[in-house]
T-cell receptor, first 114, second 115 residues
């Protein structure tokens, strides 16, 4: 069964700090890893990673995947109060009939204080 | 707005009643997914469709749950004889399947409370 573990479960920082969120996974026939941001509503897509060592970047957010060690990190530099949210990591495999579903971790709750 | 839409946004029902939720995916997306999310947890997969065909169902989806996507566009999720343990956020997502690396876009969810 596919599994995703995120750490830390919660994190409290001050504006301007840099944070690193971790995601480790076990999946049958890895296809992709996705990061989502969830505020008081549905998850919004941040990144999809399929290849090791290639950094994806969007503004102050960046992410990288290590397929050998089975983990990914999400970095947020110069944090702002608007970054406060739950950050979800999900993986998709290709094990048997599990061709479509995402398996999510429990999320990291990030709180950014002014 | 051309995103995924879900109705209703909130539903309160009494135990034992039946409820039905609707999801309208992004136009022309051929895959549609249902997930359930409880407080403090990530979304859990329930089922997904490619066009009209229901391709996978989680073992979380007991026989009280049924989902349809009759014309390959919108989908409904019905829960019969609701139980308090069914209280959760029900999320719908859609994607355009392409080589197994499609991105799923989520709707705002339907929050179900069973009294």
């Amino acid at each position: 069964e596919d599994k995703v573990v995120q750490s830390p479960l919660s994190l409290v920082v001050h504006e301007g700090d840099t944070v690193t969120l971790n995601c480790s996974y076990e999946v049958t026939n890895f296809r992709s890893l996705l990061w989502y941001k969830q505020e008081k509503k549905a998850p919004t897509f941040l990144f999809m990673l399929t290849s090791s060592g290639i950094e994806k970047k969007s503004g102050r957010l960046s992410s990288i995947l290590d397929k050998k060690e089975l983990f990914s990190i999400l970095n947020i530099t110069a944090t702002q109060t608007g970054d406060s949210a739950i950050y979800l990591c999900a993986v998709r495999g290709d094990g048997g009939t599990s061709y479509g579903k995402l398996t999510f971790g429990q999320g990291t709750i990030l709180t950014v204080h002014p | 707005d051309t995103g995924v839409s879900q109705n209703p946004r909130h539903k309160i029902t009494k135990r034992g009643q039946n409820v039905t939720f609707r999801c309208d995916p992004i136009s022309e997306h051929n895959r549609l997914y249902w997930y359930r999310q409880t407080l403090g947890q990530g979304p859990e997969f329930l089922t997904y469709f490619q066009n009209e065909a229901q391709l996978e169902k989680s073992r979380l989806l007991s026989d009280r749950f049924s989902a349809e996507r009759p014309k390959g566009s919108f989908s409904t999720l019905e829960i019969q004889r609701t139980e308090q343990g069914d209280s959760a956020m029900y999320l719908c997502a859609s994607s355009w399947a392409s080589g197994g690396t499609d991105t799923q876009y989520f709707g705002p969810g339907t929050r179900l409370t069973v009294l």
